[in-house]
């Protein structure tokens, strides 16, 4: 009973990422494109998130700062941390993106206001909350609406998505990995 219980948890992601792949590769690509803007713009990417989205906001900026899966320079990138609206205010600049990882559970909003009051693009990966979220954003800015409601697929597509940004932006930067 227990060992189909566990079976059925990855069967659920995998058929999640699967229906997933062709329904976000456009937005993905898009917000790609945001984040590699902002880099070769001389900008930043603040990266923010609540609860377990916070610990995801981390490692997107770890990869952009140190590595993804090859070397290459440091891309301009930091991980907001318990007040990212004043941290936005303080840090924020034109030009910049602020990557919101949104778990459906806190108020985006205040911190999506104070990243248009910098003028910043934003790129909001949202499951449940993305139709609230999606009414706050400006034309510019990119909204990955992840077909999840449970917390935990969320986060697994968040994760994976965040992968994608990695793997495009450094494709984008350094083109294709030899085998």
Do not use: N, W
């Not at 993905?28 to 590699?36: K, S, Y």
């Amino acid at each position: 009973m227990l060992e189909q219980r566990i079976q059925q948890q990855f069967f659920e992601s995998a058929d999640l990422q699967y229906q997933s792949a062709e329904l976000l590769s456009r937005t993905v690509a898009d917000a790609a494109q945001a984040l590699l803007g902002a880099i070769t713009g001389g900008g930043k990417v603040l990266a923010a998130g609540h609860g377990a989205s916070q610990a995801l906001a981390q490692m997107l900026a770890q990869h952009f700062v140190t590595r993804f899966e090859r070397d290459r320079p440091p891309l301009a990138a930091l991980a907001l941390g318990a007040q990212p609206g004043a941290q936005v205010l303080a840090l924020g600049l034109p030009g910049d993106v602020l990557l919101l990882l949104d778990d459906g559970e806190s108020d985006s909003a205040p911190l999506i206001s104070a990243a248009q009051g910098k003028d910043m693009t934003l790129v909001v990966l949202a499951g449940r909350s993305a139709a609230v979220v999606g009414e706050l954003l400006a034309e510019s800015d990119v909204l990955i609406k992840l077909p999840a409601e449970r917390p935990a697929r969320v986060t697994e597509l968040q994760l994976l998505v965040l992968h994608c940004l990695c793997d495009a932006v450094d494709f984008q930067l350094m083109g294709e990995q030899e085998p």
